[in-house]
C-alpha cells in the first residue's frame, strides 16, 4: 500500500513493525490528534513537525525521516513525448521558445538520472559532496541536461519537483537551513537563465539598436526651414536631436547593453536599472 493511502492507525502499525520506532501511547495520541496520516506525511513534515511528534528522542526522529525516505523513493519513469500528438505545433525558434513551453510538460513523477562516475561514487558512498563546488555544479549540470529536454523554460513547480526529488533521493544533501533545498532551487534556476541568454538576447540588442539609430536618423533629417535659412546662429530652433538631454545613439546603446547585462542576473542592480531607465525615458 503507498504511504498516502495509510490511515492514522495503519501509518503507527508500519511506523513499529517496517520503521522499528518504539511508540508510546503520548506519542500515538499525538498523530491522532494532528490528523496525522500517510497523506500528510507523504506531503512532507517539516523537522518542527517531526520533532513536536518525537519530542524525547532524536533517535525516533531519525528512524521516522529514514522510513519516510524508504517509502519516497524516486524511480527512473521519464517518457518521450510524441509532438504529432501535441495541439502547439509550431516550430521552436528564439521568437517563440515560450510557446515551447507550453507543449512540454515534466511527467508525474521525476527520476534522478545517474552523475558522472566521480560524483556518483561518493554519492553512493553517502558523502556531502555538495560542500565542494566542482561536483555541487556536476550535479547542477545533469539536473539542467535531464530538466532541459522537457522544457527551456521550467515553472517554478518544476524546479521545485526536480530538486526535492534529489534531496529525496539523497537526504544527505540537504541544506542545513530552510526548506532544505533552496540554494539548489536557486542554483539550478540560475543555470537555465545563464544558457537561455545567448538564444534572444543578441536578437533583441541588434533590433533594439537599430531602431534606436533609426529614430536619430530620422530626428537629425527633420530640420525646419528656418534652421536652414537662418543666418544668425543664436537664433537657430533646437533640432529634435538636441532635445534629447545628453544623449545620442552611442549612449542609448550603452544604456541597452547595461540593462540587458542586468537581465541576466539573478540579482540585479535595480538602483543602476532605474537610473539607465530615466536615462532611456529622454529619448521617448
Same mark, same amino acid.
Given at each position: 500500500?503507498?504511504?498516502? !493511502?495509510?490511515?492514522?492507525? =495503519?501509518?503507527? %502499525?508500519?511506523?513499529?513493525? =517496517?520503521?522499528?520506532?518504539?511508540?508510546?501511547?503520548? *506519542?500515538?495520541?499525538?498523530?491522532?490528534?494532528?490528523? $496525522?496520516? /500517510?497523506?500528510?506525511?507523504?506531503?512532507?513534515?517539516?523537522?518542527?513537525?517531526? &520533532?513536536?511528534?518525537?519530542?524525547?528522542?532524536?533517535?525516533?526522529?531519525?528512524?521516522?525521516?529514514?522510513?519516510?525516505?524508504?517509502?519516497?523513493?524516486?524511480?527512473?519513469?521519464?517518457?518521450?513525448?510524441?509532438?504529432?500528438?501535441?495541439?502547439?505545433?509550431?516550430?521552436?525558434?528564439?521568437?517563440?521558445? @515560450?510557446? +515551447? @513551453?507550453?507543449?512540454?510538460?515534466?511527467?508525474?513523477?521525476?527520476?534522478?538520472?545517474?552523475?558522472? %562516475?566521480?560524483?556518483? @561514487?561518493?554519492?553512493?558512498?553517502?558523502?556531502?559532496?555538495?560542500?565542494?563546488?566542482?561536483?555541487?555544479?556536476?550535479?547542477?549540470?545533469?539536473?539542467?541536461?535531464?530538466? @532541459?529536454?522537457?522544457?527551456?523554460?521550467?515553472?517554478?513547480?518544476?524546479?521545485?519537483? $526536480?530538486?526535492? &526529488?534529489?534531496?529525496?533521493?539523497?537526504?544527505?544533501?540537504?541544506?542545513?537551513? !530552510?526548506?532544505?533545498?533552496?540554494?539548489?532551487?536557486?542554483?539550478?534556476?540560475?543555470?537555465?537563465?545563464? =544558457?537561455?541568454?545567448?538564444? /534572444?538576447?543578441?536578437?533583441?540588442?541588434?533590433? +533594439?539598436?537599430?531602431?534606436?539609430?533609426?529614430?536619430?536618423?530620422?530626428?537629425?533629417?527633420?530640420?525646419?526651414?528656418? *534652421?536652414?535659412?537662418?543666418?544668425?546662429?543664436?537664433?537657430?530652433?533646437?533640432?529634435?536631436?538636441?532635445?534629447?538631454? /545628453? +544623449?545620442? &545613439?552611442?549612449?542609448?546603446?550603452?544604456?541597452?547593453?547595461?540593462?540587458?547585462?542586468?537581465?541576466?542576473?539573478?540579482?540585479?542592480?535595480?538602483?543602476? $536599472?532605474?537610473?539607465?531607465?530615466?536615462? !532611456?525615458? &529622454?529619448?521617448?
Amino acid at each position: 500500500m503507498l504511504l498516502r !493511502g495509510l490511515s492514522t492507525e =495503519e501509518l503507527l %502499525q508500519k511506523l513499529v513493525v =517496517e520503521g522499528g520506532i518504539e511508540i508510546s501511547e503520548d *506519542e500515538a495520541q499525538k498523530f491522532r490528534d494532528n490528523d $496525522v496520516d /500517510g497523506e500528510t506525511v507523504d506531503c512532507g513534515l517539516t523537522e518542527n513537525m517531526i &520533532a513536536y511528534l518525537f519530542d524525547k528522542s532524536f533517535k525516533k526522529q531519525l528512524k521516522f525521516r529514514d522510513f519516510t525516505h524508504r517509502y519516497k523513493e524516486v524511480t527512473l519513469t521519464l517518457e518521450v513525448v510524441n509532438l504529432e500528438q501535441q495541439t502547439c505545433e509550431a516550430p521552436v525558434s528564439p521568437a517563440n521558445q @515560450s510557446l +515551447e @513551453s507550453t507543449c512540454h510538460r515534466l511527467p508525474a513523477v521525476i527520476s534522478i538520472p545517474q552523475f558522472p %562516475q566521480d560524483v556518483q @561514487s561518493h554519492l553512493d558512498a553517502k558523502e556531502p559532496v555538495h560542500k565542494k563546488q566542482k561536483y555541487r555544479n556536476k550535479i547542477i549540470g545533469t539536473l539542467y541536461d535531464m530538466l @532541459s529536454q522537457c522544457t527551456m523554460y521550467p515553472t517554478n513547480s518544476d524546479y521545485v519537483q $526536480v530538486v526535492k &526529488a534529489l534531496i529525496v533521493k539523497y537526504p544527505f544533501l540537504r541544506d542545513v537551513h !530552510g526548506n532544505g533545498y533552496h540554494t539548489w532551487h536557486s542554483q539550478l534556476k540560475r543555470k537555465f537563465k545563464t =544558457e537561455r541568454a545567448p538564444l /534572444g538576447a543578441p536578437l533583441i540588442n541588434n533590433e +533594439e539598436v537599430k531602431r534606436v539609430k533609426e529614430k536619430f536618423r530620422q530626428a537629425r533629417s527633420l530640420k525646419t526651414p528656418e *534652421e536652414s535659412t537662418s543666418t544668425c546662429p543664436k537664433r537657430l530652433k533646437p533640432s529634435l536631436e538636441s532635445c534629447i538631454v /545628453g +544623449e545620442d &545613439a552611442t549612449s542609448v546603446e550603452a544604456h541597452i547593453k547595461v540593462l540587458l547585462e542586468q537581465y541576466r542576473k539573478l540579482h540585479p542592480d535595480v538602483n543602476l $536599472v532605474k537610473d539607465r531607465m530615466m536615462n !532611456g525615458d &529622454a529619448e521617448k
